[in-house]
């Protein structure tokens, strides 16, 4: 009885699987066929090509008329955050293994080795210097120089953040280079030792480096954003006094002291300032000051900078101050030696078009940028970027990295500089610095740059 009820509820199970499986096979056929007529649609409907799509949106290429794939400003944000990790390593590495000027060997091979991996031809060492690179993108069209810095300070390390300087250069210059054909242009980033001290982008402006560049640029961190700083011309010199040595106990009637040299131009300069305008800088320390406390200083030695609001002022002061150290040897009865140290840098030109396309591009990211309009002009460092200014349409925004109330050229602002804030200006930094040259190369407004070029 119960085996027999079983064959029945089989036979009653099959014939239902056989009926579903069917219905299934009707409604594949169905789906099948609706597919083949939207397929049939697709290829016979008229083609609409739109143009107005939001930034930072694909568009639909057109490859006759010759159109880039997708919206070149997404092109920038993509490849760079393809690099993005690359870059906070780098700019870590470099924070914790600082080189002074004309020593960044390790530095500089770092960042060729990251430059050639994604891409870039890289000549290295460039243009007379062995801690110099130049990285190259693109065959035709004008060129884009983007600077990039890599010198520490003694003593303090990376605390003027060239180590974000470097990586947002590197990282403009990757992002930057898939866009070379499409755009007509070249972009270069061009590894620019011994800003600190001695002026390396002068050593390669005198070897051709910039020749025939149409747009020159570089980004620097800072307490607050400022799109267009000003700079002060500088001139560093290098002060060496003259004496005789002598016992400081048993004979100092003999002895010519070249400490009271120092001392005495030391404040010699201290008097100074009370003429001084606010945008006149004197600044220095004895490198030197002798050997032995019962020595008479034979010889002492000191640095000092020397700046001011333009180059003509410049001149003049630097007239005064060198009378400050030749009257103290005088009063000492020392001889002096005053030794120019690297080059002189000039004041900063910003170019114009460039500093308004920096700006926008950096509010589209949520930066708002300040303007040295109302600001200190007094309150300003130098830079050997501001002779490319002269020569090139230039611009070198200063890029917040929360860092207050640490400035420039303290231990506390280096710390700041690998902290999400300061991987933050990597990353404005690059995107904005290659926005803006998109900018200018989907607009061809080449012509327009070089307003702020000294006549």
Not at 163 to 180: D, H, K
Not at 274 to 288: A, F, P, S
Request: aromatic residues 6%; negative net charge; contains cysteine.
């Amino acid at each position: 009885m119960h085996g027999t009820e079983s064959c029945v509820d089989v036979v009653d199970v099959r014939s239902e699987i056989t009926g579903l499986f069917v219905d299934l096979l009707q409604h594949v056929a169905i789906v099948a066929h609706t597919l083949l007529d939207l397929d049939r649609w697709l290829v016979n409907r008229p083609i609409v090509r739109t143009t107005s799509l939001p930034q930072i949106r694909a568009k639909v290429p057109d490859r006759e008329a010759g159109e880039v794939r997708m919206d070149p400003k997404q092109v920038v944000v993509d490849r760079f955050s393809t690099v993005e990790p690359a870059l906070r390593d780098i700019s870590t590495w470099l924070y914790e293994n600082p080189e002074i000027a004309y020593e960044e060997h390790a530095s500089s091979a770092r960042l060729v080795e990251f430059l050639r991996d994604n891409g870039l031809t890289v000549e290295y060492p460039a243009w007379g210097l062995e801690t110099a690179f130049d990285a190259r993108s693109g065959r035709k069209g004008p060129e884009v120089v983007i600077c990039a810095e890599y010198d520490a300070l003694p003593e303090v390390g990376h605390a003027c953040g060239h180590n974000v300087i470097a990586a947002a250069a590197c990282g403009a210059g990757v992002a930057l280079a898939g866009l070379t054909e499409e755009l007509g242009f070249r972009v270069r980033v061009l590894g620019t030792p011994a800003e600190e001290s001695y002026g390396g982008k002068i050593d390669m402006i005198e070897a051709g480096a910039f020749e025939g560049a149409a747009a020159a640029m570089m980004i620097h961190p800072s307490p607050e954003d400022m799109v267009d700083p000003a700079f002060l011309a500088v001139a560093h010199l290098d002060i060496d006094f003259y004496g005789k040595e002598s016992h400081a106990a048993f004979a100092p009637q003999v002895g010519i002291n070249a400490l009271d040299a120092a001392v005495q131009a030391y404040v010699n300069i201290s008097t100074l300032r009370q003429t001084l305008y606010n945008t006149d800088k004197v600044h220095g320390v004895i490198t030197h000051g002798g050997g032995a406390p019962n020595v008479i200083p034979q010889h002492t030695s000191l640095a000092f900078y020397v700046r001011a609001a333009t180059m003509t002022r410049l001149t003049e002061l630097r007239k005064k101050v060198e009378a400050c150290f030749e009257a103290a040897a005088l009063a000492t009865g020392c001889s002096v030696e005053i030794t120019p140290r690297g080059h002189t840098y000039t004041e900063m030109h910003n170019d114009p078009v460039m500093v308004e396309l920096f700006s926008a591009n950096s509010a589209a990211l949520g930066r708002t940028m300040g303007s040295a309009a109302g600001h200190d002009p007094g309150a300003a460092g130098s830079t050997d970027m501001a002779n490319v200014s002269r020569i090139v349409p230039t611009i070198h925004p200063m890029l917040g990295i929360n860092s207050a109330p640490a400035v420039n050229h303290q231990r506390e602002f280096a710390a700041h500089t690998v902290t999400p804030d300061g991987e933050r200006a990597i990353r404005d930094g690059a995107i904005a610095m290659a926005w803006t040259v998109v900018d200018i190369a989907t607009a061809n407004r080449w012509d327009e740059l070089g307003a702020s070029l000294p006549s």
